[in-house]
């Protein structure tokens, strides 16, 4: 089976970096500066916890031309950069495209590529680029899967991640998880905002900690009133305290560990033009839907420095 993974930031590399060390037939598609490191140096890749570097020499092209053929392509590009190469995946042969990341507006993203076998997939790795590596934490974990009332892609998608050390959930509804997923780290893409990347001067800030939870539930709320599923299932009883708890305990650590750096403020403060993005349309969604949210907007307005 051949693999196209198209974008070689931090999710992009871990993902094309199991694949080759499955034994996968793995192809990178990578640009300047860093396409020419990875060429020469093969695919450097630090974990935050561990010790060493993994070298990995992921064949690496610079362009998707039409007569390219891959058994299906993984495109690893932030929410703001899909819409650029619409015309270039639809111009190719391959079939099978899975969107890896953010999004909002999947059904419209599909919309786009009526021939294609269109799927989306969310991974769980962060980190960042440094100008010769990687530097990351990937648990190795992907949900994966269609849109709702698509034809079920959970054979194919079996077969491409057969071997690897990937733990997958295929979701039958990735639309929903999208969305539910937005909804949840938007706030805390706030919180990155209101500090300027330094969440731990929210440590032991319960008040705003917990309005990050409010405009949560905001969001799930008016995602589920507008006839949608929330997703995962752990999430589907946000009214309760138990949920409050919860996304308490986890943003309590965030604000008080590396993990805050690692998992929100590096990727919040290196793409608030996906962030910014992201929030227009889900205020477009709770707009169209009469959905209330004024927590929520009061985050927003807090973190105006950087939303655009």
């Known amino acids: 089976m051949r693999i196209l993974v198209y974008g070689a930031g931090v999710l992009g590399c871990n993902l094309a970096n199991n694949f080759f060390r499955a034994g996968k037939d793995v192809t990178l598609l990578a640009r300047g500066k860093w396409a020419e490191e990875i060429k020469n140096n093969g695919l450097r890749i630090k974990s935050k916890f561990k010790p060493g570097i993994t070298v990995s020499r992921v064949p690496t092209v610079t362009e998707l031309e039409p007569d390219d053929g891959y058994d299906v392509i993984f495109v690893v590009m932030r929410y703001t950069q899909i819409g650029a190469i619409t015309d270039i995946l639809r111009a190719n042969k391959t079939k099978n495209i899975i969107f890896v990341g953010n999004n909002v507006r999947a059904d419209g993203l599909a919309a786009l590529l009526p021939e294609k076998k269109v799927m989306f997939a969310f991974t769980s790795a962060a980190g960042h680029r440094e100008a010769d590596r990687v530097v990351s934490v990937d648990l190795k974990k992907v949900t994966v899967g269609n849109l709702r009332g698509a034809p079920s892609n959970e054979k194919l998608i079996g077969m491409i991640f057969e071997g690897t050390?990937?733990?997958?959930?295929?979701?039958?509804?990735?639309?929903?998880?999208?969305?539910?997923?937005?909804?949840?780290?938007?706030?805390?893409?706030?919180?990155?905002?209101?500090?300027?990347?330094?969440?731990?001067?929210?440590?032991?800030?319960?008040?705003?900690?917990?309005?990050?939870?409010?405009?949560?539930?905001?969001?799930?709320?008016?995602?589920?009133?507008?006839?949608?599923?929330?997703?995962?299932?752990?999430?589907?009883?946000?009214?309760?305290?138990?949920?409050?708890?919860?996304?308490?305990?986890?943003?309590?650590?965030?604000?008080?560990?590396?993990?805050?750096?690692?998992?929100?403020?590096?990727?919040?403060?290196?793409?608030?033009?996906?962030?910014?993005?992201?929030?227009r349309d889900l205020e477009a969604f709770f707009d169209k839907n009469g959905a209330d949210h004024p927590v929520w907007r009061e985050l927003e307005k807090e973190a105006s420095k950087y939303l655009k």
């Open 165 to 279: 050390k990937y733990r997958v959930t295929y979701e039958p509804n990735m639309g929903d998880y999208l969305l539910c997923h937005a909804a949840f780290v938007l706030p805390a893409a706030f919180a990155c905002y209101k500090t300027d990347g330094d969440l731990r001067k929210l440590k032991g800030d319960t008040a705003y900690l917990g309005k990050l939870i409010d405009a949560n539930i905001e969001g799930y709320r008016a995602i589920k009133n507008a006839g949608h599923e929330i997703l995962p299932d752990d999430n589907k009883d946000f009214e309760s305290a138990a949920y409050r708890r919860t996304c308490l305990r986890f943003f309590r650590l965030m604000c008080a560990t590396d993990l805050g750096k690692i998992c929100a403020s590096d990727h919040a403060m290196n793409a608030a033009d996906e962030m910014s993005a992201l929030d």
